[in-house]
């Protein structure tokens, strides 16, 4: 069984930055790949970031050069560093991790397991 908790987010102004932890613990973490998704009210959850075992990276275009995904396996934790935020990124962020390469990084059936979500405000 693997466990996913994520940290960090909160609230910011409008063109801040926030950066969110999801830490891995029950399988060797640097097996997994790891996604990042969020969901804002009213609306489906939405693939942001990925990272595969290797270190290969994708996003989604919404955020392509304002947020960076990485991970430390030493720690056994991913990142989503959020930077030039926008209020249309308020949302709940989820991790979740893979231990299959699959290639449809960007959905959400692709991850066996789930964090319970961090808020994320951007105040305008």
């Known amino acids: 069984q693997v466990q996913l908790v994520e940290s960090g987010g909160g609230m910011e102004q409008a063109g801040g930055s926030l950066r969110l932890s999801c830490a891995a613990s029950?399988?060797?973490?640097?097996?997994?790949?790891m996604g990042w998704f969020r969901q804002a009210p009213g609306k489906d959850r939405e693939f942001v970031a990925a990272i595969r075992s290797g270190g290969t990276t994708y996003y989604a275009d919404s955020v392509k050069g304002r947020f960076t995904i990485s991970r430390n396996n030493a720690e056994n934790t991913a990142y989503l560093q959020m930077n030039s935020l926008k209020p249309e990124d308020t949302a709940v962020y989820y991790c979740a991790a893979t231990l299959y390469y699959r290639e449809a990084y960007y959905l959400e059936y692709t991850y066996e397991y789930w964090g319970p979500g961090r808020q994320v405000t951007v105040s305008s």
């Open positions: 029950g399988r060797t973490f640097s097996t997994f790949s």
